[in-house]
Each structure stands twice: as C-alpha cells, then as structure tokens.
C-alpha cells in the first residue's frame, strides 16, 4: 500500500478549497445583501466582506495571509469576471495570497511527512536549525501581531478572521519553541 504524501496532497487540497472559497464568497455575499435589502450601503459592506467562506478560507490559512502581508494593498487586477450570478476578481494580492498557501502547506506537509518517518535525505547543521527555528519563532510572534491588529479593528469579518490567526500563533509558536528547546538540548557530537 502506498503512502500519502503530505507534502504535496495538502498544498493542493488548501489551494482547491481556497479557490472554491475565493469564487463562492463574492456569490455568497450578494444572496445575503440582497436578503437584506442592503445597496449601496458602504457600512453594511464592511461588516460583511468577506462573507463566510472567505473568513473560513483566510482563517484556516492565516499563515498565508501573514506572509501575503508586504503586499496585501496591491490590487492590480490580474482577472475580472462579473456577472448576475457571481464575480470572479483576481488581484496580485490574491496571487500572493494562494502563493502563500502552497508553500505553507508544503512546509506542514514536509513536517507531516518527516513525523511519519520520512526523514529528509540530508540534516541540516545545528547552527542552520537554531537559525532557523528561530525564524519560526519569529514568524509565530508576527502572526500573533497581525492577528491583534485584525482583532482590535472596527470590522466583525476581520475580528473573526484575527481569532484564526491567534489560534495559529499560538500553536506556531509552541512548535517552533518545542522544536528550538529540543534542538538546543541535543548533544553534540564532537568533530573526528
């Protein structure tokens, strides 16, 4: 029986369902506005961009988002169909925003896969891994931050969308200072 690789089977789950999430929300906020009878009503769009499927594609892959960040402003348009029954806009930013989903997933996947067993055809240095785990850490402590920034707005979406995020700080920075510590704690072996 074969096994699965994580690696590449979750990048591309995420990817799919990000997808379907990023065609179905515009769809999904218009029923619900009109439902409402809200148009033209900037304060009701806010409160409700993105609609759920969006908030559920952006929180489950907050990781993304946080490395989306430098660019998060750039809405070049790149695709635009708009129709009765949905609009499909693609921005840089969403380009950025899928980017980020395949190489975090692929870095889950690769630690899936090395937990399994799977161990990586080359070690890296102790040093490179200090360095490195520490970038985590980093990373952990950045997505924390944005995470309060998006709870602490004015936007019930985004306050959801932060309570992800803090979610995924938490349990980042508890792998990154769990793998660190361990890291730090092997002995070394001494040079021949």
């Known amino acids: 029986m074969k096994r699965v690789n994580w690696k590449w089977l979750l990048p591309i789950v995420q990817l799919a369902l990000a997808l379907a999430c990023h065609v179905y929300d515009p769809h999904l906020y218009r029923v619900i506005a009109e439902r409402d009878g809200a148009v033209d009503n900037p304060e009701y769009v806010f409160q409700h961009v993105p609609a759920l499927a969006g908030r559920v594609s952006q929180g489950l892959n907050f990781p993304a988002l ?87 707005g004015k936007w019930r979406p985004f306050r959801q969308i932060g309570m992800f995020g803090m979610v995924w700080a938490v349990a980042l920075c508890a792998y990154f200072v769990w793998r660190l510590t361990r890291t730090v704690r092997e002995p070394r072996s001494e040079a021949p």
């Open 66 to 152: 946080v490395l989306n960040y430098p660019i998060r402003n750039v809405d070049g348009v790149i695709f635009k169909h708009n129709s009765d029954y949905t609009l499909i806009w693609i921005s840089t930013t969403d380009v950025g925003f899928f980017l980020g989903i395949v190489l975090f997933w692929f870095w889950v996947g690769m630690r899936l896969d090395e937990g399994l067993g799977r161990r990586r055809k080359r070690d890296w240095p102790s040093k490179a891994r200090v360095v490195g785990l520490g970038c985590g850490v980093l990373f952990s402590l950045l997505t924390g931050a944005y995470a309060v920034q998006m709870i602490g």
